[in-house]
Nanobody, 125 residues
Framework: QVQLVESGGGLVQAGGSRRLSCAAS????????MSWFRQAPGKEREFVAA?????????RYADSLKGRFTISRDTAANTVYLQMNSLKPEDTAVYYC?????????????????WGQGTQVTVSS
């Protein structure tokens, strides 16, 4: 079992930066994937970024976000981070972290077994 808790959301001005954290507790092991998704009102949940927990540290990003967002991990702390730069109003959403007990990175929400409760990020212009 894996429990996920997101933090770091809040209000930020357009052009600013924000760093989100997702701490995992309970049963954790090297062979799983942690991802970030986001969901704005009236829209489907959207893939943001993912990182594998194996030695390869494979990362994957949504094409539209690569270059502005960076995913990283602290293995010892069982924590994954999302650094968001040059934020735009359209980045406003609830950001969720998710975990999948697999070495395969999925970019859709369905396969993920564990989800955090989300953290709100609001970007004002």
């Amino acid at each position: 079992q894996v429990q996920l808790v997101e933090s770091g959301g809040g209000l930020v001005q357009a052009g600013g930066s924000r760093r989100l954290s997702c701490a995992a507790s309970g049963r954790t092991f090297s062979s799983y994937v942690m991802s970030w998704f986001r969901q704005a009102p009236g829209k489907e949940r959207e893939f943001v970024a993912a990182i594998s927990w194996n030695a390869g540290r494979i990362t994957r990003y949504a094409d539209s976000l690569k270059g502005r967002f960076t995913i990283s991990r602290d293995t010892a702390a069982n924590t994954v981070y999302l650094q968001m730069n040059s934020l735009k109003p359209e980045d406003t959403a609830v950001y969720y972290c998710a975990a999948d007990w697999s070495t395969v990175i999925f970019t859709t929400p369905g396969p993920y077994d564990y989800w955090g409760q989300g953290t709100q990020v609001t970007v004002s212009s």
